[in-house]
C-alpha cells in the first residue's frame, strides 16, 4: 500500500511563509539551529518540498523567523492601544509588562538559536544603532507619559529612555540576578525609586 505524498492546500505565496514561520518558530525555540526542515513540514502539515519551494534553503528560513520574532508590530499595536487617560501608575505598569514580555521573547527565542551570522546580522539590524533596543516604542510611551509630565521629575523623553533601558536591562540574563524579573516590581520602582519617601519614615 503507498501513502500518497501530501498536497499543501492553495495559499498564497505569503500566506505560505507565514504558516511555515508559525510552525518553525516553537520549534526553533525547542531545538534551536538543529531543527530539520523535515520537522518544520511536518509541523507545518506539509510537504518538505513546500517548505523550499516558500523559501531557498534553510537559511533563508530562519531568517524569517528571526524577522519575524524581532517585528515590533504587535507590541506598538497593543501599546498604542493604552488609553492615555488612565493613571500613570496603570499605564506605567503596562508599558513595562508589554516591553518586558517583548524583550522576553526575543531573548529566548535568539538565545535558543544560539551563535549564527544570519541572526546576528538580523538582530544587529534591529538592536544596532540604527535601532536602539526598543527605540521602536518611543514615539508612542511618550504620548502615553506626556499627559502626566507635570508629574514626572524629569523631561518625558528622559522618563522614556530610563525606563526603556531597565526594561532591557533586567530582561538580559547576563546582566540582570533575577531581582529585576518582575515587570509588576519593576513598574513599581520606575514609579517610586530605591528609596522610601522621607515622609513615610
Known amino acids: 500500500m503507498t501513502t500518497?505524498?501530501?498536497?499543501?492546500?492553495?495559499?498564497?505565496?505569503?500566506d505560505r511563509r507565514a504558516s511555515i514561520l508559525d510552525a518553525a518558530i516553537p520549534l526553533i525555540l525547542e531545538r534551536g539551529a538543529d531543527v530539520t526542515t523535515r520537522e518544520i513540514a511536518?509541523?507545518?502539515g506539509i510537504a518538505e518540498g513546500t517548505v523550499f519551494r516558500a523559501f531557498p534553503d534553510k537559511n533563508a528560513l530562519i531568517d524569517g523567523a528571526v524577522e519575524r520574532v524581532m517585528d515590533p508590530a504587535d507590541t506598538l499595536a497593543m501599546l498604542g492601544a493604552i488609553d492615555p487617560a488612565q493613571p500613570l501608575e496603570?499605564?506605567?505598569?503596562?508599558?513595562?509588562?508589554?516591553?518586558?514580555?517583548?524583550?522576553?521573547s526575543v531573548v529566548r527565542?535568539?538565545?535558543?538559536?544560539?551563535?549564527?551570522e544570519h541572526a546576528r546580522?538580523?538582530?544587529?539590524?534591529?538592536?544596532?544603532?540604527?535601532h536602539p533596543p526598543l527605540g521602536e516604542a518611543t514615539d508612542v510611551v511618550v504620548?502615553?507619559?506626556e499627559p502626566d509630565r507635570e508629574r514626572l521629575r524629569v523631561s518625558v523623553p528622559?522618563?522614556?529612555?530610563?525606563?526603556?533601558?531597565?526594561?532591557f536591562g533586567t530582561s538580559m540574563p547576563f546582566l540582570a540576578t533575577?531581582?529585576?524579573?518582575d515587570p509588576s516590581a519593576l513598574a513599581d520602582f520606575i514609579l517610586h525609586g530605591v528609596a522610601h519617601d522621607a515622609s513615610d519614615a
Open 4 to 14: 500518497k505524498a501530501r498536497r499543501a492546500a492553495p495559499m498564497s505565496p505569503d
Open 42 to 44: 511536518d509541523a507545518a
Open 90 to 104: 496603570v499605564k506605567i505598569e503596562q508599558i513595562v509588562m508589554l516591553l518586558h514580555s517583548r524583550v522576553g
Open 109 to 116: 527565542f535568539m538565545t535558543a538559536l544560539g551563535p549564527r
Open 121 to 130: 546580522a538580523k538582530a544587529a539590524d534591529h538592536h544596532g544603532h540604527r
Open 143 to 145: 504620548r502615553l507619559l
Open 158 to 167: 528622559a522618563a522614556v529612555d530610563y525606563l526603556r533601558i531597565l526594561v
Open 178 to 181: 533575577g531581582a529585576g524579573s
